[in-house]
């Protein structure tokens, strides 16, 4: 938006712009773009009576089991859409609705047939809810947020919502990205009571109160450019090489923080996509070409160097799945087999982007055999994604390709052993600003950011520990994320003279001049040694360090440290 603002001033004689959606916020995006003339269309939609709780439920879960079941027994024929937060959620949802429309006495209502609805089901699984019932049986559809915008489902009468949804946002103070369950926005509530009316007038159940409504939700949802992080975004701007863009001072219609957009800059420059002036390097071209978040780019560009393209090709695809690949076993699914799943590969103990790598190596050796996936527990849907996006992503590599991008595995285990290293390495690169660094005394580490974060390994990883016990110095992580604690999710371990080149690199930074701002603008000054904010773990300061080389060696020390106590 703010790039055609830019052009329409430019070209305000012969340019016309339309703009058109149908969640956008007009008055917005109209005071945007110079108050420009606003047409609305309203669709048709029948009468939706809106029925509020007294007070907000302890638990949602059963609120909204109670309410579909008097929905059943009292309203008339008419399907019922159920939103909660998350897949877990609805499968607790599904399971005691079944037994409780299972335990009605018979013949006192309609059949019922109770369906989920959420992103990992398989294909074949989701669209059972476009499926008209039986005669004088009611749908109960109990889905996430998906069901608000992107389809619609018919014969609907019936909504429940919850007034929650499970959202995703980035903190660029920590550098980590929490699921939420948050409060739902006006506009998401009007959107969930809009179900309701799309073949006749209907009826929606709101489990909070209409004060809750009026005082407590936000007018609009959090813009997502507002809780996601914007390397990719800001990599797009500088990829444009418009010499007047100033990243900290663009006109944004949803104007990030200028945190975010620091944070942003830093993670640009230590994998080398611009330079310490906010130019865009020749890598930088290279990886705004690419369809994936900026680090796994860096990872593709580095590993075509080292002659492991190939498998970087893979362990990218495997990242960019929409779905956890290896979901946790559930206790249900358990009891219905008649086999255990097949445990899938270990990583060679290296960590989880070598057990990416492995898994899809496998399922290429099987002639990408569906049910190889499902005897893993491996989601279907997911690992056909894997397979599409790294077709795709071997056509665009093509002409910078320097080897095979076809899949190939290792025939000996020294050959595996160096193809993994120069892997490692790639990744090293790619993930510069995601290292993070054992502490001494135990397995817990320390991010290597510009603002450090104490943090676990996952313990869904599959890197081993060493015969002490002890994880890797220094390891890559693809995401932090906060559940019951910080956790560094698929993890890999690196080497410490590939992290000390990257260390020496946030020398003498000014995020002014990586914006594309003066250089002479007060700026917050960068954080010297990344450990300076931390305590040290016997509970005493961790003492500043004059020069940036005391850094370094700071770093070395503290590798040589652990090594002398093994």
Not at 75 to 97: A, N, R, Y
Not at 228 to 252: H, N
Not at 297 to 307: H, K, M, P, Q, V
Request: net charge neutral; proline share 5%.
């Amino acid at each position: 938006m703010g790039l055609m603002k830019r052009l329409i001033r430019m070209r305000s004689s012969n340019l016309k712009v339309l703009i058109t959606s149908a969640t956008l916020d007009g008055d917005k995006v109209s005071k945007f773009f110079f108050d420009c003339p606003l047409l609305t269309v309203p669709g048709k939609l029948y009468p939706v009576e809106i029925l509020y709780s007294n007070e907000r439920p302890k638990s949602y879960l059963e609120s909204c089991l109670k309410t579909a079941i008097d929905i059943h027994t009292k309203e008339p024929e008419g399907d019922v859409l159920i939103f909660m937060t998350g897949q877990d959620d609805i499968e607790k949802l599904v399971s005691k609705l079944e037994e409780k429309v299972y335990n009605l006495e018979e013949g006192s209502c309609m059949d019922a047939v109770v369906l989920p609805l959420h992103g990992s089901l398989p294909p074949e699984l989701q669209v059972r809810v476009f499926s008209r019932p039986p005669p004088n049986c009611r749908r109960f559809i109990a889905a996430t947020n998906i069901a608000e915008t992107s389809l619609t489902v018919d014969g609907v009468v019936y909504v429940i919502d919850s007034g929650y949804v499970k959202q995703r946002q980035y903190n660029p103070s920590t550098g980590m990205y929490s699921l939420d369950v948050v409060q739902i926005s006006k506009v998401q509530a009007n959107q969930r009571a809009g179900r309701a009316g799309r073949t006749r007038p209907g009826k929606c159940y709101r489990l909070y109160t209409s004060m809750d409504y009026q005082e407590d939700l936000l007018d609009v949802t959090v813009p997502e450019i507002q809780r996601s992080s914007l390397a990719g975004s800001v990599l797009y701007l500088k990829s444009l090489d418009l010499p007047d863009i100033d990243i900290l001072r663009f006109d944004f219609l949803d104007p990030p923080t200028s945190e975010s957009l620091e944070d942003a800059l830093k993670q640009l420059y230590l994998i080398d996509a611009i330079d310490e002036n906010g130019s865009i390097t020749k890598i930088g071209q290279t990886m705004a070409e690419l369809p994936l978040e900026p680090s796994l780019s860096r990872t593709l560009i580095e590993a075509n160097e080292y002659g492991c393209i190939s498998h970087a090709l893979t362990v990218a695809a495997m990242l960019s799945a929409e779905t956890t690949l290896l979901p946790g076993r559930r206790k249900n699914a358990d009891k219905k087999r008649k086999h255990r799943p097949v445990d899938p590969p270990d990583g060679s103990g290296w960590g989880d982007h070598i057990q990416l790598l492995q898994i899809f190596e496998l399922w290429d050796q099987e002639n990408y055999d569906v049910n190889w996936c499902k005897d893993r527990d491996l989601q279907v849907r997911g690992m056909l994604f894997v397979k599409d996006v790294r077709k795709q992503l071997c056509q665009i590599m093509q002409k910078i390709a320097k080897g095979s991008l076809d899949v190939w595995t290792s025939r000996n285990q020294k050959e595996s052993r160096a193809e993994y290293w120069n892997l490692r390495k790639a990744l090293c690169v790619g993930y510069a600003n995601q290292l993070a660094e054992r502490m001494i005394h135990h397995n817990g580490y320390r991010t290597l950011s510009f603002k450090p974060q104490v943090v676990q390994v996952h313990p869904s990883s599959v890197m081993k520990p060493d015969e002490d016990g002890k994880f890797a110095d220094y390891v890559v992580y693809h995401e932090l994320i906060t559940t019951s604690r910080p956790f560094m999710r698929n993890v890999c371990a690196v080497q410490v003279e590939w992290v000390m080149p990257i260390l020496n690199k946030v020398k003498n930074l000014n995020v002014n001049k990586l914006s594309g701002g003066s250089a002479d603008l007060t700026s917050e000054p960068m954080e010297g040694n990344v450990k300076d904010s931390l305590k040290k773990e016997d509970g005493g300061t961790t003492p500043t360090l004059d020069g940036h080389d005391n850094k370094i060696q700071a770093a070395r020390e503290r590798f040589l440290a652990r090594k002398g106590k093994k």
